[in-house]
């Protein structure tokens, strides 16, 4: 078994199966790790999923665009009301469920084993002394004490870790040897790589796949070898991004 952990796919089906082809991914033996936002963005939020579906061995981290969605399925309310990218996504379960009207789109559109998907997401993920989480967490308690909004919504722990990008001094509770994340686009720091930073402990896979200029990434979490995407302004003909309403 190889172990894989792939940033935030915002939709963009088509850098989710460029990714997993470029790897050479075993649907049936080898170990996927995704980070979070799966949907919002990218036209194709549906796709992606039943992709998702098809891998054995799968851990899906809860991100905050995911939390939108979950509680859309739960209530019939949508946290962003449809925006930040979120309308593509209803647009896309519209489209693959052959419902035609938006105001009356509601949970009953979503599949059963799409609801299980979202529904059975983890707040965080610890495989061999390695954290894998959407945003962020408190690094000076244990990890399992940050509450749910904080894992999927946090920046200051990865803002903490690039200003101690260098340093061997960059403690956290637990000693982690490595710590996952996405939520935050490495394109804020004017680059679609990865980013290794916190002492070499933290990496950030968010390489802006939700973005029409981002890529997705996946990285063998034992060896840090990545492979990425194209960009998916070269894949798409159009492409909305996560921030668009």
Same mark, same amino acid.
């Given at each position: 078994m190889k172990r894989f952990c792939i940033g935030d796919i915002h939709g963009s089906y088509?850098?989710?199966?460029?990714?997993?082809?470029?790897?050479?991914?075993?649907?049936?033996?080898?170990?996927?790790?995704?980070?979070?936002?799966?949907?919002?963005?990218?036209?194709?939020?549906?796709?992606?999923v039943e992709e998702l579906l098809k891998i054995k061995n799968r851990i899906d981290i809860l991100g905050n665009h995911d939390e939108w969605f979950i509680n859309f399925i739960d209530t019939g309310y949508h946290g962003s009301y449809w925006g930040?990218?979120?309308? #593509?996504?209803?647009?896309?379960?519209?489209?693959?469920?052959?419902y035609s009207d938006k105001f009356s789109f509601n949970s009953h559109a979503i599949p059963v084993s799409h609801k299980?998907?979202?529904?059975?997401?983890?707040?965080?993920?610890?495989?061999?002394?390695?954290?894998?989480?959407?945003?962020?967490?408190?690094?000076?308690?244990?990890?399992?004490? #940050?509450?749910?909004?904080?894992?999927?919504?946090?920046?200051?722990?990865?803002?903490q870790a690039m200003s101690a990008k260098n340093s061997n001094n960059f403690n956290i509770v637990g000693d982690p040897k490595k710590v996952f994340?996405?939520?935050?686009?490495?394109?804020?720091?004017?680059?679609?790589?990865?980013?290794?930073?916190?002492?070499?402990?933290?990496?950030?896979?968010?390489?802006?796949?939700?973005?029409i200029n981002g890529k997705l990434t996946i990285m063998n979490i034992d060896t840090m070898e990545y492979f990425q995407s194209d960009l998916n302004g070269e894949l798409y003909d159009e492409f909305n991004g996560k921030n668009s309403k």
């Open positions: 088509k850098t989710l199966v460029q990714v997993l082809k470029k790897s050479n991914f075993d649907y049936e033996n080898d170990l996927l790790i995704s980070l979070g936002d799966i949907v919002d963005g990218g036209p194709d939020s549906y796709e992606c930040q990218g979120a309308h #593509t996504t209803r647009d896309s379960y519209m489209k693959n469920t052959n299980g998907f979202f529904r059975d997401m983890n707040r965080y993920y610890e495989l061999d002394n390695m954290y894998f989480i959407h945003g962020g967490f408190d690094r000076h308690k244990p990890i399992g004490e #940050t509450p749910r909004d904080q894992m999927i919504w946090d920046r200051s722990f990865l803002n994340l996405g939520h935050t686009t490495t394109q804020f720091w004017d680059t679609t790589n990865p980013i290794i930073c916190g002492g070499g402990k933290v990496i950030n896979l968010d390489t802006g796949a939700g973005n």
